[in-house]
T-cell receptor, first 110, second 114 residues
Framework: GQQLNQSPQSMFIQEGEDVSMNCTSS?????WLWYKQDPGEGPVLLIA?????ELTSNGRLTAQFGITRKDSFLNISASIPSDVGIYFC??????????FGQGTRLTINP | EAQVTQNPRYLITVTGKKLTVTCSQN?????MSWYRQDPGLGLRQIYY???????DKGDVPEGYKVSRKEKRNFPLILESPSPNQTSLYFC?????????????FGPGTRLTVL
């Protein structure tokens, strides 16, 4: 089935550094979602994007809906230890199905 | 407390032994869904349900069954589990059938099939 291509697959950074990750698709999406998964838990929604070009922030997190509608970006500024986890992008396919990227695993060295 | 619960959280079983993973939500949500998570593949949708007695296949339905006899429950059934179904499974629910930004995920069930 259709998959979103997320990169990088893993990141190892120092505390305090900024983080950037992206998600691309061969098809157009009308909504982009960014989730975070903490170890041993289910994904939790961080940011939802609804319009091409939209830039939305949630604390130190900022996400953008690409103007081509085929990509999206997530940035984390001044990373802290609790940012560790797996970040997923996702988008609806049709009205009833949701497709996910492969995930970006973020590791932070204190 | 509003939540999605799954049971069991961990399960080790053997090939061919039928099992059911339960999912329950206490939010009166219409839409429920099952996903599996595998390393390097992200989450993939197995089945979803738009309401009672209405279910449909996701991207990876082979080897799985579901039922939605009550609004709050959406069990995942593996009639004859195989090792390639070893995975981390998530149930999710949403109040709206076409709004994924309102979807809540359960805590996950880690299944190992030997």
């Amino acid at each position: 089935g259709q998959q979103l291509n997320q990169s990088p697959q893993s990141m190892f950074i120092q505390e305090g550094e900024d983080v950037s990750m992206n998600c691309t698709s061969s098809s157009i999406f009308n909504t982009w979602l960014w989730y975070k998964q903490d170890p041993g838990e289910g994904p939790v929604l961080l940011i939802a994007l609804y319009k091409a070009g939209e830039l939305t922030s949630n604390g130190r997190l900022t996400a953008q809906f690409g103007i081509t509608r085929k990509d999206s970006f997530l940035n984390i500024s001044a990373s802290i230890p609790s940012d560790v986890g797996i970040y997923f992008c996702a988008g609806p396919r049709g009205a009833q199905k949701l497709v996910f990227g492969q995930g970006t695993r973020l590791t932070i060295n204190p | 407390e509003a939540q999605v619960t799954q049971n069991p959280r961990y399960l080790i079983t053997v090939t061919g032994k039928k099992l059911t993973v339960t999912c329950s939500q206490n939010m009166n949500h219409e839409y429920m869904s099952w996903y599996r998570q595998d390393p390097g593949l992200g989450l993939r949708q197995i089945y979803y349900s738009m309401n009672v007695e209405v279910t449909d296949k996701g991207d990876v339905p082979e080897g799985y069954k579901v039922s939605r006899k009550e609004k709050r429950n959406f069990p995942l059934i593996l009639e004859s589990p195989s090792p390639n179904q070893t995975s981390l499974y998530f149930c999710a629910s949403s109040p709206y059938r076409d709004r994924f930004d309102t979807q809540y995920f359960g805590p996950g069930t880690r299944l190992t099939v030997l």
